[in-house]
């Protein structure tokens, strides 16, 4: 998905170079015209070329969606009352080893879908899971027991889920960004599959 991105910076950057040099050659023929239009031209490509590699680099760590699919498998057993650990597996072989508090296991994810015109740029639909945590049954639990909730994404220097809520010049390449989030019992042993669609995330046992 990067790739298409990075060859459309490269070359908007490369556009932008020479009609940066055409303006300065415009200058010493002393054309105003002719420099007016280059210097619109050099910021133009040097917006969309800053833009495309912001993208890039901001959709890094998620992953492409195009069906239902595993984004973790999550092995969960008791380890006392309303205790528990949840050993974590992601389809590349990573895994992290959580303990966790409540009676259920939750977890959530950012999604990202992007718009029509976006597509022909090689973005679709992506996600990434963002935390687990531990869920109580009832509500004065959740505000007076122990609460765990961990990250479950992996850092990165730029975000678009981020960069969405701050800049509303991307709503015309992103239709939606929103977080979705599913949670099931954790009171006995059991191996979980965290699957997300494109309507949202859900877990199943394995198996099942």
């Known amino acids: 998905m990067p790739n298409v991105l990075v060859i459309v910076a490269v070359a908007a950057a490369g556009l932008a170079v020479v009609f940066?040099?055409?303006?300065?050659?415009?200058?010493?023929?002393?054309?105003?015209?002719?420099?007016?239009?280059?210097?619109?031209?050099?910021?133009?490509?040097?917006?969309?070329?800053?833009?495309?590699?912001?993208?890039?680099?901001?959709?890094?760590?998620?992953?492409?969606l195009t069906r239902e699919e595993l984004a973790a498998t999550v092995v969960v057993r008791p380890t006392g009352p309303r205790q528990f650990t949840a050993l974590v597996t992601f389809p590349d072989g990573r895994d992290t080893m959580f303990v966790?508090?409540?009676?259920?296991?939750?977890?959530?994810?950012?999604?990202?879908k992007w718009k029509p015109i976006a597509n022909i740029l090689g973005l679709h639909t992506a996600y990434e899971l963002d935390r687990i945590g531990g869920r109580y049954l009832e509500l004065e639990d959740e505000r007076d027991s122990v609460r765990t909730i961990f990250s479950l994404s992996s850092p990165k220097r730029v975000d678009m889920f981020t960069l969405r809520r701050r800049w509303a010049a991307l709503a015309s390449?992103?239709?939606?960004?929103?977080?979705?989030?599913?949670?099931?019992?954790?009171?006995?042993?059991?191996?979980?599959?965290?699957?997300?669609?494109?309507?949202?995330?859900?877990?199943?046992?394995?198996?099942?």
């Open 100 to 112: 966790l508090r409540g009676e259920q296991v939750y977890v959530d994810a950012h999604i990202l």
């Open 20 to 64: 940066l040099a055409a303006a300065m050659l415009a200058v010493r023929r002393k054309k105003p015209f002719g420099v007016a239009a280059s210097l619109t031209l050099w910021l133009l490509l040097s917006a969309v070329a800053a833009l495309m590699a912001t993208i890039s680099v901001a959709t890094q760590g998620y992953r492409a």
């Open 173 to 208: 390449l992103l239709d939606a960004e929103y977080g979705s989030g599913t949670f099931v019992m954790a009171d006995r042993p059991d191996s979980l599959e965290v699957l997300v669609s494109t309507s949202g995330l859900l877990i199943r046992r394995v198996g099942q």
